[in-house]
């Protein structure tokens, strides 16, 4: 016998990976993670028993649930499990995933449209961070046809906007949580920053590389990969994250001056693999870190003039573009951060998984 779960599976942004409605899991933690492990297949490294796609932007899974709080539409749960792993950590968040927020409740019935656009206010549970997401809703459905395009997904599907409401601190204690915009740590420069996403930024030339080189040379370069994990390792306990060994975060980002007409090129360890891309509040994070006077980025990075700044992040397969507001009374404070996504629908069903994983 095995026990069936009502399911959505979605792409978000560039990952992808089964979303479900809180009520439809189990409410005790333990049984939940049994549940999801059996549903992506892990810990296996080809995942082929379960829906995962035997990389972590495929091994993700989104729960949600109504707004409890006043003035909150949804909440989300993003939980990042590992093809090799039988770890479900529910600690970070996840940018890319929440772009798919707002359509599966939508399918779901959780929400009602609004008329040509849709608004809905999501808490992230994870963090507490909020963020307002505005999806294409003609005719009462969700539109996932459109004109947008995002690097990293084929093709081009309808525009869904999010606006950050405070991400400082997501994890870390604080934006800066070493207190420095700077630090010196394991005989490297880095910059420790946390604006939805606990980032160590280093140039790439620190560790002896270009910070141009291709995914596939980066995860084949053992002797790097063994560098950067001693340096996160270390990084951990000055931000205050204590023994990061078998956490997924910080994420690990080298930087270069840009090369394809943006304001910085980056190559992302998230952690132990190279980023194909990057992830949302990567970009997010190390777009703060280019407006922030002394941090690792000055030199390196090519930032337009204004209180509205453009970000345009390069990675390995083209760039991400953030929006940050700063403050007028304070320039090196960041308001609020935009970027445009894209989900869509996949499929729509149940997933099986065994009895005695979740037992009647």
Known sequence: MQRPIPCLFMRGGTSRGPFFDAADLPADTATRDRVLLAVMGSPDARQIDGLGGAHPLTSKVGIVSRGQAAGVDLEFLFAQLQPEKDTVDTTPNCGNMLAAVVPFALERGMARTQGLTTTLRVLTLNTGMLCDITVQTPGGAVEYAGDA???????????????????????????????????????????????????????????????????????????????????????????????????????????????????????????????????????????????????????????????????????????????????????????????????????RGEVMVPAAVWPA
């Open 149 to 347: 395009r995002i690097d990293g997904v084929p093709g081009t599907s309808a525009p869904i906007k999010i606006n950050f409401v405070d991400t400082a601190g997501s994890v870390a204690p604080g934006l800066l949580p070493t207190g420095r915009v700077r630090d010196t740590i394991d005989g490297i420069a880095v910059t420790c920053i946390d604006n939805g996403m606990p980032l160590v930024i280093l140039e790439a030339a620190a560790v002896g590389r270009t910070g141009y080189e291709t995914v596939a040379e980066l995860n084949a370069d053992s002797e790097l990969k063994a560098r950067i994990e001693r340096l996160r390792i270390a990084c951990g306990h000055a931000m205050g994250l204590g023994d990061v060994t078998a956490k997924n975060y910080p994420k690990m980002t080298l930087i270069a001056a840009p090369r394809e007409g943006g304001s910085i090129a980056t190559r992302s360890f998230i952690p132990h693999v190279c980023h194909d891309a990057i992830g949302v509040l990567a970009a997010v994070t190390v777009g703060t870190a280019c407006v922030l006077e002394g941090s690792i980025t000055r030199g390196v990075a090519v930032m337009p003039a204004g209180l509205l700044k453009t970000v345009s992040v390069e990675h390995p397969m083209g760039e991400f573009s953030v929006e940050l507001g700063l403050d007028p009374a304070n320039p090196q404070k960041v308001t609020r951060a935009a970027l445009l996504r894209t989900a869509r629908l996949i499929m």
